[in-house]
């Protein structure tokens, strides 16, 4: 019988992973760094805009969007996932743009509402 050249990647006993997915231990403190300075920027964010109410929500939701894509990415280990799962998150990510993109004029509106303006 003939042997067959396969393209399956070769295994090392050692860690049962194949070399060309060789995995990385996250820097777990480098991104409790980043972390750390988001929620510092968070506090202050409404002290630094306190009359934009636009740039105050955006603001927000851009950095609290930034924190759950880190700490899904490293402290959940969905860096290292395969491509359909990232494609399966970003259907539901997408709708929450939407819906957030959607209520943002209401959102201002009522902002407008709770601080009257003054003659």
């Avoid at 290292?80 to 539901?92: G, I, T, Y």
């Amino acid at each position: 019988m003939s042997e067959q050249a396969t393209n399956a990647p070769v295994v090392s006993a050692s860690d049962g992973h194949a070399p060309e997915q060789e995995h990385h231990d996250p820097p777990y403190y480098k991104i409790l760094g980043v972390l750390t300075a988001l929620t510092a920027v968070e506090l202050f964010w409404p002290v630094w805009f306190p009359q934009a109410p636009i740039m105050l929500i955006l603001g927000l939701s851009v950095m609290a969007g930034a924190k759950a894509l880190l700490v899904a990415m490293y402290y959940m280990h969905l860096k290292f996932e395969s491509k359909v799962l990232w494609f399966v998150m970003a259907f539901p990510v997408i709708l929450a743009i939407i819906m957030v993109a959607g209520f943002l004029p209401d959102a201002v509106g009522y902002h407008d509402v709770l601080r009257p303006q003054l003659p």
